[in-house]
């Protein structure tokens, strides 16, 4: 019998690339989206439109606000595994959303292991946590003993479905693992997340599309690393003899502004800084053009500024590591932003 899996956040980066290795593995994969009016489905498509995968792959519309559509989307499925990768996942938008961003990814969680307590079958359940949990801590590396400092409404929920899935799995012997992930990307990361952003805005002002990128504070750090090795991560996280917590990291930090910098070298564009802090710019030096402007509306009212993950735990005992490091996740952003580009001119 092959296993089934059910995603809540099937449409997201990671959702769309954990359905595609589960089917890799034979699993059939039930993703849970919420309806809307504009298609979003558009990192599914092709696994959703293909005559093959419609005997493995199945959509459904369901929302974390509602109680009584997980519960029947939950007993009627009767899945083997449930990931929750849904969310408000921008950690600046959570500052003007708070209240609906705690409902999702708070409360969110804990309806999902309420429906999960009052079935009958054993399910083995997986909560997206987040680096962002530490906060500005002071360790050199956080792993899974590092203590949380939210900075954030987005930090602060997710710290909450952090604790709730230790309670049940402690309380109800529920298989609940936590994976703490650093920041992980790919070609199909939302525009409005910082490394695609400087991708598609350089490879759009090398082609005279867009004259400036607007951003914020440049100099925080993150460990980056590249979706399709996190959702393998949580994958092993599932298949391991019991329930734990697990943080997914690469262990190597960078600048936004290091990002910056090389993505502009790949592109052949030579830039150089002028100026500080608000008033911080970089131009072509060949035309003296002013592309990237420092902007305070891009600043988050508390900022994080050092992440760096330790992920020893995982790779010894899940047998985990990222295949993946900084250089070539920015060659394979930049190979299908560029192709894009080229498809249009």
Sequence with gaps: MKKIALIFGVNGQDGSYLAKLLISKKYKVHGVIRRSSSINTMRLNDIYEEPQYRKIFYLHYGDLLDSGNIYQLINTIKPDEIYNLAAQSHVGVSFKTPVYTSNVNALGTLRILEAIKEQKKKIKFYQAGTSEMFGNSKKKYQNEKTSFQ?????????????????????????????????????????????????????????????????????????????????????????????????????????????????????????????????????????????????????????????LRGDSAKARKLLNWCPNFNLNNLIDEMLNVELNKINEKN
């Design 150 to 306: 939210a900075e954030s409404p987005y930090a602060a929920a997710k710290i909450f479905s952090h604790h709730m899935v230790i309670n049940y799995r402690n309380s109800y012997k529920i298989f609940a693992s936590n994976g703490i992930l650093f920041n992980h990307e790919s070609p199909v990361r939302g525009e409005t997340f910082v490394t695609r952003k400087i991708i598609k805005a350089l490879v759009r002002i090398k082609y005279n599309k867009q004259k400036i990128l607007y951003l914020g504070n440049i100099y925080s750090k993150r460990d980056w690393g590249h979706a399709k090795d996190y959702v393998l991560g949580m994958w092993k996280i599932l298949q391991y003899k019991k329930p734990d917590d697990f943080v997914l990291s690469t262990g190597n930090a960078f600048t936004v502004k290091y990002f910056i910098n090389k993505v502009a070298k790949k592109l052949k564009l030579k830039i150089k800084w002028i100026g500080k802090g608000l008033k911080e710019k970089a131009y072509v030096m060949s035309s003296k053009k002013i592309i990237i402007k420092i902007d305070k509306q891009y600043f988050r009212p508390t900022e994080v500024n050092y």
